[in-house]
């Protein structure tokens, strides 16, 4: 008998669990994992070399702790872009929106503490929460997988939660949350006891409406969580961050490593930054191609979910599984999330979205599913 995880003096509540992850196949169309299918530009990967080289000189030295150029290129962006003033002392960064997640966590949640979020969500919402000791509730959402209000102010009173999750875009649904939803939700929260609510935008960029970043004035509570992964391309980066009064800046603080954000990192970002203009025309087209997937596979006959993301989903199946499994026979690999009759697709390039489009149209032709 082989020794395992399990045979290892390991946590009670990690004992049994899988990892977090989408299978990584090799096949020519990979649309699983909500990936920026553009490589970033020529004159991008110039300048990061360049900034990466400068940085190299002083990896003698331990990298700006407070990575504070960074932060005040990433305030500037958000100034720009959601016409609400962001300045350094409001912006937090780390290695990926996963990793700002697990810092708020570690700071509002912990032992003896809970967070919620409205599922189907993003689940590694409810994994950080296990790994940092946090209690998860899986609060309700409608048939339609819009934020069922009465319900979740219930579940809000009912386990006065010290944390409250809400993804817009939602992943996997695609569908945005209304500014009067976050609010009422905010409120509910804050009523039942301080607690903190994060807003999880990561896919905002790709949105028909706007950030709800000026949800933050008079809102010490509220966080906006964002990423580079999406919008910018640069999943690889591994570079995510947040907006929220300096208050919860100082805090998280309390809980990152030290130097947590290499040199390596911060140059590379800080390159990525200055080519936003140019990262952020990719978006239009991806926005666009999102569109024709949604009105393509309406025209097919397909279910398919309101989308302000970079990705779609769709359905309904009988057996989703076999579905997923059927297309990925055709080259074209996309995401079962679980979402018992629905899969997810991501937005590719124009080329990859026709390859997955041409593999749905023959499964109708085969079999009508
Ligand atoms: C809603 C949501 N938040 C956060 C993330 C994580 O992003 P990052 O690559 O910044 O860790 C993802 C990634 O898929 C996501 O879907």
Known sequence: MSFGIDDLPVRDELRGKSPYGAPQLDVPVRLNTNENPYPLPEPLVERIAERVREAARHLNRYPDRDAVELRTRLAEYLTKTAGHPVGVENVWAANGSNEVIQQLLQTFGGPGRTAIGFEPSYSMHGLIARGTGTGWISGPRNEDFTIDLAAARKAIAEHRPDVVFVTTPNNPTGNAVPAETVLALHDAAQSAKPSMVVVDEAYVEFSHGDSLLPLL?????????????????AAGLRLGYLAAHPAVVDAVQLVRLPYHLSAVTQATALAALEHTDTLLKYVEQLKAERDRLVAELRALGYDV??????????GRFEDSHAVWRRILDRGVLVRDNGVPGWLRVTAGTPAENDAFLDAVRELKKEQGS
């Open 217 to 233: 004035d008079g809102r010490p509570n509220l966080v906006i969580s964002r990423t580079m992964s999406k919008a910018f391309g």
């Open 305 to 314: 979910t309101e989308s302000d993301a970079n990705f779609v989903q769709f």
